[in-house]
Nanobody
Framework: QVQLVESGGGLMQAGESLRLSCTFS????????MGWFRQAPGKERQFVAS????????NYADSVKGRFTISRDNDKNTVYLQMNSLTPEDTAVYYC??????????????????WGQGTQVTVSS
């Protein structure tokens, strides 16, 4: 079965950058669309970014477009989320998600089959 393990979260100042990583195991990584979601206290889980199997196509939420970059290394079975120009509004638990085949533009959490445990990102002003 698929296992996802996120890392890289932390306490940041507004304007700083942070890179999250998610390591995939248990199945063939290149068969999965990968996504990042986030959930702030008291709010629903929100789509952040997704990337196609080969990494050539990406999709972003409007709130992070131009600041965040999703990428993947299929040799390392890892997906990344580079987050620049962080703001307090980016504070949330960030989750990595995997979706077996299908389109890379899926933004609903229901479209994803597997989830990591999450990593906390806190941005202070």
């Amino acid at each position: 079965q698929v296992q996802l393990v996120e890392s890289g979260g932390g306490l940041m100042q507004a304007g700083e950058s942070l890179r999250l990583s998610c390591t995939f195991s248990g199945r063939t990584f290149r068969n999965y669309v990968m996504g990042w979601f986030r959930q702030a206290p008291g709010k629903e889980r929100q789509f952040v970014a997704s990337i196609s199997w080969a990494g050539g196509s990406t999709n972003y939420a409007d709130s992070v477009k131009g600041r965040f970059t999703i990428s993947r290394d299929n040799d390392k079975n890892t997906v990344y989320l580079q987050m620049n120009s962080l703001t307090p509004e980016d504070t949330a638990v960030y989750y990595c998600a995997a979706k077996y085949f299908g389109g890379y533009r899926a933004t609903s959490p229901l479209a994803y089959d597997n989830w990591g445990q999450g990593t906390q990102v806190t941005v202070s002003s």
